[in-house]
């Protein structure tokens, strides 16, 4: 992406640690398209920013002073908002994955990050793509599907069509719409389509939730 031609990015920092805000909003800003609009330290204002201020990407620790990132995500669900959220975290074990998973993050990165990895995300979360990776995807999806496998209802699969089933079952693969046009020879666009008509009939904004909707579907009785 060339920053001559780039759409600004509007990012809202969710962080309680006051010198790693400073650090990030000095390292984002640095970019033309990259513009760090606001930031919080609590939960009760980060939804109250985003709200106000609707950043294209909420970036978001998962400890902050007044509960938690995860609060945080589903409470921005609830308000309907277009913004994307990357978890920033030194967390790694398969617990909070499950976690963030499960909120409904758009992607989850750890703070060891170097910069221009870290750019690149946003870049590719905004765009609408997810970031969490494909081997801790299948991980805690495996995960997501133990812990839900004797729940009855489908979540709405059976009204996919046969070609938005297979692309909600890549996704859950961890692949990208990049990835799964070339696997199914279509273009990205009509893998953005399909998804985003496939996500309609099962009621979620977020690939994550897609994707355990997925792992979780009932499995037909072995023969």
């Known amino acids: 992406m060339t920053t001559s031609d780039a759409k600004t990015i509007t990012i809202l920092l969710v962080e ?31 939804v109250e920013q985003a709200r106000r201020l609707q950043p294209d990407i909420v970036l978001l620790d998962i400890r902050l002073r007044d509960g938690s990132g995860f609060e945080v995500c589903r409470r921005l669900q609830t308000l309907n908002l277009d913004a994307r959220v990357i978890y920033l975290t030194s967390f790694a074990d398969d617990d909070v994955l499950f ?20 750019v690149d995300a946003i870049e590719n979360v905004a765009a ?13 999806m495996a995960r997501v599907q133990g812990v839900m496998q004797a729940a009855p209802d489908d979540g709405g699969l059976s009204r996919l069509s046969p070609q938005e089933f297979r692309i909600v079952s890549l996704v859950a693969e961890g692949q990208t719409n990049k990835e799964i046009a070339a696997v199914l020879g279509l273009s990205d666009k009509t893998v953005k389509n399909y998804l985003s008509n496939a996500m309609g009939k099962l009621k979620t904004r977020r690939r994550g939730q897609a994707a355990a909707l997925f792992t979780r579907r009932p499995k037909p009785p072995l023969s």
């Open 16 to 46: 309680d640690h006051e010198v790693t805000r400073a650090g990030l909003r000095s390292l984002l800003n640095a970019h033309e398209h990259l513009q760090v609009t606001g930031e919080a330290e609590t939960v009760a204002d980060a």
């Open 99 to 118: 976690e963030a998973i499960t909120s409904g993050a758009d992607g989850y990165l750890l703070k060891e990050i170097n910069s221009r990895a870290l």
């Open 128 to 140: 609408g793509h997810s970031i969490l990776d494909p081997a801790v995807t299948r991980r805690v």
